[in-house]
């Protein structure tokens, strides 16, 4: 599933073609992804301009000068592809939703899966929409330091691994950052998050601030489904210090241990027995 830095990339370039944009077409190809579309979807948005686009842990929030908020998740397999004025778009069988514009370029929206959400909210009410109300703060923003942290981890029983995936706790944050998270701070991922505090949680805040800015400036990871708007793949995958490579070496300097793969919750975690506490 894309995870913040895939989820901040499609939004970077979606950013140049749907802000300041006005909607001419909005096309839904079935009745809607994991929920159904909203019955006025069309009629919301056609003829409606686009003042801005924003993330919300992964969700990308589309501002129209109504104040109508596009609320977009792209589940497990979405993606979208931007086709400018004068190319012709192939719609395929899970091609589900096109927007065009004035300009003529078309935004579509693929979900194999079919596990993506699109629906809408207004600007006043989006703060206590369902899918945003619980949101804990972002990590790259200004109101995520050691101390929210230290907050959210004291008195946890729960592991470090399943906190940090907790939305309500930190936002946006997925299975694979957090294994490259974890290991760059030497923090095993069943380590009770409780124990996680003090110097330690002061040093974990900058190093998931620079995992998080690494994989953005490349593109995030591809591993199946993700894809970027202009189609090109992610490519933080080939700087994976530890997620995925089960029985490797550990890459920590003179550490000589061996990566191991265990499962926590459903999801697999990789780690270093020898390095990660």
């Excluded at 061996?258 to 990789?270: C, D, E, L, N, Y």
Aim: glycine content about 12%.
């Amino acid at each position: 599933m894309p995870e913040l830095p895939e989820v901040e990339t499609v939004r970077r370039g979606l950013a140049p073609v749907l802000e300041g944009a006005v909607i001419a077409q909005a096309i839904t190809r079935r009745d809607g992804l994991r929920f159904p579309f909203p019955a006025d979807f069309a009629q919301r948005l056609e003829g409606n301009r686009v003042t801005g686009l924003r993330r919300r842990s992964k969700y990308i929030l589309i501002d129209c000068a109504d104040g109508l908020v596009v609320i977009l998740h792209l589940g497990m397999s979405g993606r979208v592809t931007i086709y400018k004025d004068g190319e012709t778009p192939c719609i395929g069988k899970h091609d589900h939703v096109s927007l065009i514009t004035q300009r003529g370029d078309h935004v579509v929206y693929t979900d194999p899966r079919r596990f993506g959400i699109i629906t809408f909210t207004d600007t006043s009410t989006m703060d206590a929409h369902p899918l945003l109300k619980n949101i804990g703060p972002e990590p790259l923003g200004n109101g995520f330091n050691g101390a929210v942290l230290d907050a959210g981890l004291s008195g946890k029983k729960a592991s470090i691994k399943a906190a940090l995936l907790d939305q309500r706790l930190v936002a946006g944050l997925g299975n694979i950052y957090v294994c490259e998270i974890l290991w760059r701070a030497g923090i095993s991922p069943t380590r009770c998050a409780g124990l996680v505090a003090g110097e330690k949680t002061e040093a974990l805040v900058p190093i998931i601030r620079s995992v998080l800015e690494e994989a953005i400036k490349a593109g995030g990871s591809t591993l199946k489904d993700y894809a970027r708007v202009d189609g090109e793949l992610g490519y933080f995958q080939h700087s994976f210090k530890v997620y995925g490579r089960e029985g490797e070496a550990c890459l920590t300097p003179k550490c000589g241990g061996t990566v191991k793969r265990i499962a926590q919750s459903g999801r697999s975690s990789f780690y270093c027995p020898k390095c990660q506490r």
